[in-house]
């Protein structure tokens, strides 16, 4: 039976909804991409939110405005997509990894230990979907110690008086955290819309902005939008309106504006995501959660419990007390009956790239046990009872062989 991993979902009223931007005569940013943002602050329970064309270049501009670069440091988790990472080293700041716990989100006590006074943001991860412990990263990030090694550096790192915690929350749409979106537990929250999360733009990201007071965040969400555009003061819709020529470039700002024609995908898709798609997300992981809780070889991810709720984006099976290349072996034989499954992720300190600078998988033994266990199953609207069960079977008979 063949089952891709992660197709996105394309229905007709998406096809309608972008029908509707072609043939509008507007494709690049406007009223989709306006629109877009207000679903999506209403999605994260934010004031203001920012589309962008990928979570990455979100981070660029979030790291832009906070004034972070060469000689700064961002601390991170090391059970992450290498994008987390990257984004700040194209910064020219210094990624900081720690460890993470058995749940698979980052350790805060890690987090603790690797603050320096060149610390100027926690950026931290809803792996899977499920949100990390956000009272106590903001506990640590606002406590006196740290605060007293901060370093500020501009006016707005000033105002903060801390590092500041950015959410990568590239999983999490949908998520809660004490009962609410997951989102108000960080000063800034990015999304991302790529092709494969559970809400997409084909490219895209969202910038979800929480600062606390005295921030004011309709400014930043203006300086936000101007710099990912050029810095220019009228977008090419306003400029297209007759008459309305004139335009200025006042600061050094970004081209990473999102196109109305991606938007669309993502409005059809968020207008039915509370009622429609990640209800059908869950159904998967609720199927897969009946068949393995009766395995004594399998552990399941966490996706609820009191004021935590997951977004289910990635089903991070893992396989008790097996081997990196036994694991590697049971992925081989279930690809073989057609049914794909994935590792989420290869933590970062053993690609070539974070190897060359320095990062030592032994100083992450969680983040690798974590990762030589796992098999992600796929999660997405379409799959049916049928496939998961054929998946389930597939996961059992390798297992049987294998172990
Ligand atoms: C997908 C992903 C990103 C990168 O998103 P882009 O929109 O492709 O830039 C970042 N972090 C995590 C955890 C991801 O899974």
């Not at 690797?114 to 899977?128: F, Q, S």
Request: aromatic content about 8%.
């Amino acid at each position: 039976m063949k089952i891709p991993f992660s197709p996105p979902h394309i229905d007709q009223d998406v096809i309608n909804e972008v029908m509707d931007t072609l043939q509008s005569g507007w494709i690049t940013t406007g009223p989709k991409v306006r629109l877009l943002e207000q679903m999506s602050a209403e999605m994260t329970g934010v004031q203001h939110a920012v589309c962008v064309n990928s979570w990455t270049s979100g981070a660029l501009l979030t790291y832009k405005w906070l004034g972070v670069g060469p000689g700064d440091e961002v601390i991170m988790p090391a059970y992450t997509y290498a994008a987390t990472a990257l984004s700040v080293m194209h910064a020219g700041a210094k990624p900081v990894m720690v460890d993470v716990l058995d749940d698979f989100t980052v350790d805060p006590q890690k987090i603790k230990e690797a603050i320096t006074e060149r610390t100027k943001a926690i950026l931290v991860v809803d792996i899977g979907g499920w949100p990390c412990d956000y009272d106590a990263i903001h506990r640590i990030a606002a406590s006196e110690e740290t605060k007293k090694l901060f370093v500020a550096a501009n006016d707005i790192q000033k105002q903060f008086g801390r590092p500041i915690v950015i959410a990568d929350a590239a999983h999490s749409l949908g998520a809660l955290y004490n009962g609410k979106p997951a989102a108000l537990g960080a000063d800034i929250t990015i999304v991302s819309l790529h092709a494969v999360k559970n809400i997409t733009t084909a490219e895209g990201g969202v910038i979800c902005l929480n600062l606390p007071a005295p921030f004011d965040n309709e400014a930043v969400y203006k300086w936000m939008k101007l710099n990912s555009l050029n810095g220019q003061t009228a977008d090419a819709l306003a400029k297209s309106q007759s008459g309305r020529w004139r335009y200025d470039i006042v600061s050094l700002g970004m081209k990473i504006n999102m196109p109305d024609v991606c938007a669309a995908i993502g409005v059809a898709q968020m207008r039915k995501y509370k009622s429609e798609l990640l209800p059908e997300r869950k159904r998967i992981f609720d199927h897969y959660t009946r068949f393995f809780q009766n395995k004594e070889w399998a552990i399941m991810p966490t996706y609820q419990d009191t004021g935590r709720q997951s977004s289910y984006h990635l089903f991070l099976l893992r396989i008790k007390g097996i081997t990196e290349a036994q694991r590697d072996k049971m992925i081989q034989l279930i690809s073989e009956t057609g049914a794909s499954v994935n590792v989420h992720f290869v933590p970062m300190p053993m690609l070539t790239l974070f190897k060359e600078n320095g990062y030592d998988i032994k100083d992450y033994p969680v983040a690798y046990r974590n990762y030589a266990a796992e098999i992600s199953l796929p999660v997405y609207t379409q799959l049916t009872d049928e496939q998961c069960s054929f998946i389930e079977e597939q996961v059992a008979l390798a297992y049987n062989a294998v172990v």
